[in-house]
């Protein structure tokens, strides 16, 4: 509220406040108690700079309102406020649904403000869409904003598919006090978002998304229910996408505070589910937690992290509730027998090890030509994905560990350990990794759905 306050600068800042608190009911025992606040403040005369001041002091008082980890002291959690977004068939539906039924949001997008919603400005929408121009992003952000209004949203909080789609649509719904906790970005290879679009089928019941090669339902039912959606040719979505990688600047720009990035290039469940230690260890030390600041002595002077301390992140991360309702797929993790040893000790003992096998040229080229942007923090390939702009090309960056020669200290190290860790996993599948993306993932996919061995018992 303070943020909203400080950019919008409001001639009546009590009354600025009073709305955001009816629009934003966090908690409503709290909520009362800041109306209170608000008109014991609107009592005295103040300039806004001491109104600030002293408001930010009486709501940290009655609300307790922990913004970085979403959850106020009184135990409540606060209300999901969360955009996802990504280029065309990056799956935003499919993590859009997944996360309302998990959360109990309210999803909103662009089919269901113009087909399901009956809303004051829709059929001035749907005038642009029978005409095929483009719909207006103040015309955009007044049906969301209306849509966010609505009651169900406000007590339930909202899920906003694929808006904003552009810096201009993220000013516009930032003015009018609609502003995401968490903004998700997706993003994967363009070759593989044109191909996942001309195979994606949807259940006109349920809205769930699904795919002929990569995601297609075991249920026949389901199979004879499935329509095609009237999806755009592979030129319109090579521009759909063009469009895309030169909007996105301007959005990170926006949101880059509260803005996670997932690689949506794998399975579903890996995208909605996936633990990399190498990033538990990043996720805790920005914690700034005492745990945090044992770990980033270890990360600043260059030395690794001790197995025990490694082991302590990962045990409480694979005891949260999403790894013990969904499973977990680790990777990079055990890196030799003794860290397998400890997994297993802690009773984590994985039903497929996969070992991948790659030639070290391959491992050079594939490591040594990778690039970031730092403003967008997409990641290119000198060879396989090229910046398709000069102007980004001038402006990415390699990542120091990126260079041959620590590239060839990892090899070397891997080498080492690699023999005693496929003793420990006896029956891993190993995996060529120099081939095709899509051979690897049906090679992985036949080994997962083959039935896990069970053990034979004698009958006495």
């Known amino acids: 509220m303070l943020e909203e306050l400080i950019i919008h600068q409001p001639d009546d800042p009590i009354q600025f406040m009073i709305s955001h608190l009816k629009q934003n009911n966090d908690d409503v025992k709290p909520l009362k ?12 005369t103040m300039c806004f700079s001491c109104l600030t001041k002293d408001f930010s002091y009486k709501l940290s008082k009655f609300c307790h309102i922990n913004i970085n980890h979403g959850i106020s002291q009184t135990g409540m959690e606060l209300t999901p406020r969360i955009c996802v977004l990504g280029p065309p068939a990056s799956g935003k539906t499919t993590v859009a649904l997944w996360l309302c039924k998990r959360l109990g ?8 403000l113009l087909f399901k919603e009956a809303l004051a400005l829709t059929e001035e929408a749907k005038a642009y869409k029978e005409r095929k121009e483009k719909i207006p992003n103040a015309l955009w952000a007044n049906l969301i904003q209306e849509r966010l209004s609505n009651v169900d949203c406000i007590k339930q909080g909202w899920i906003l598919e ?12 930032q003015s009018s006090g609609i502003i995401p906790r968490h903004v998700v970005v997706l993003y994967a290879p363009d070759a ?16 769930e998304v699904y795919h ?7 249920d026949m039912v389901i199979q004879e229910r499935l329509v095609k959606p009237e999806d755009p040719s592979e030129q319109e979505i090579s521009k759909k996408l063009l469009e895309y990688h030169r909007s996105f600047p301007g959005i990170f720009h926006v949101y880059q505070k509260v803005l996670k990035s ?6 579903s469940m890996d995208v909605l589910s996936q633990v990399c230690c190498g990033q538990l260890l990043k996720e805790i030390v920005a914690g700034k937690t005492k745990l945090g600041e044992l770990v980033k002595t270890y990360i600043d002077s260059g ?7 490694v082991m302590k992140i990962l045990t409480e991360r694979l005891n949260a509730l999403d790894c013990m309702t969904n499973g977990w797929v680790l990777y990079g993790f055990p890196r030799d027998v003794e860290q397998g040893q400890q997994l297993q000790e802690s009773h984590f003992v994985p039903n497929r090890v996969f070992f991948f096998n790659l030639p070290y040229e391959s491992i050079v080229e594939r490591l040594s030509e990778r690039r970031i942007d730092p403003v967008t923090g997409e990641r290119y390939h000198t060879t396989f994905r090229p910046a398709p702009t000069p102007e980004i090309q001038a402006r990415l960056r390699q990542n120091p560990r990126d260079k041959e020669e620590n590239i060839e200290m990892c090899v070397e190290s891997y080498y080492r350990n690699i023999k005693q860790l496929e003793d420990f996993y006896e029956d891993a599948f190993y995996v060529n990794a120099d081939q095709d993306p899509f051979v690897v993932f049906e090679f992985i996919e036949s080994c997962i759905i083959k039935p896990l061995p069970c053990k034979k018992f004698k009958s006495s």
């Not at 694929?162 to 719904?173: D, K, S």
């Not at 593989?192 to 809205?207: A, V």
């Open 262 to 267: 997932f690689n949506a290039d794998q399975p």
């Open 212 to 218: 002929t090669t990569f995601d297609w339902p075991g």
């Open 303 to 309: 030395y690794q992290v001790p197995d025990k301390l």
């Open 33 to 44: 108690r800041c109306k209170e606040v608000l008109q014991e403040c609107s009592s005295c």
């Open 105 to 112: 949001a309210i999803r909103i997008s662009q089919e269901t």
């Open 192 to 207: 593989m978002l044109i191909e996942r679009n001309s195979g994606k089928r949807i259940d006109p019941i349920t809205e």
């Open 162 to 173: 694929g808006f904003p789609e552009n810096q201009e649509q993220a000013w516009i719904l």
